[in-house]
């Protein structure tokens, strides 16, 4: 359980293990007390070492609850939860260059998406 100090409105989470300990099935808990805990994200049957998690969740206190395991333990290289602010909130859309998809596969039209690109995708 991580005590962050202050409640916090993330948007996403991260859990890379080696490809050798693929962590199968797990749950984000969230809770604003400590003792209260809420599963906020389930993952069954999981074969990706690294996962990225895109689910929005609030709390002060957060936990990983890891059930089952590819090896007979569990090995985590990274944990990380992303709480930052959504900088492209109201912004005007533009591209500079030229993208082979539909402007509809480019914005939603809702006011709270976070647009992140896929991990390691650009230098």
Known sequence: TIDTGANFSAWG????????????SF???VSDDGSEFDTVY???GN???DLW???RFSGRYVRFVFITSLA???YVRTLRVFATENLALGQE?????RWDH???EAVDGLNETIWLSKPMATS
């Open 27 to 29: 749950r984000i808990q």
């Open 102 to 104: 539909s402007g509809i």
């Open 47 to 49: 074969r990706n070492n």
């Open 42 to 44: 389930t993952a069954q």
């Open 13 to 24: 989470a991260r859990i890379l293990s080696p490809s050798t300990s693929i962590i199968d």
């Open 53 to 55: 998690v895109i689910e």
């Open 72 to 74: 007979n333990a569990f």
């Open 93 to 97: 859309t533009y591209a500079p260059y």
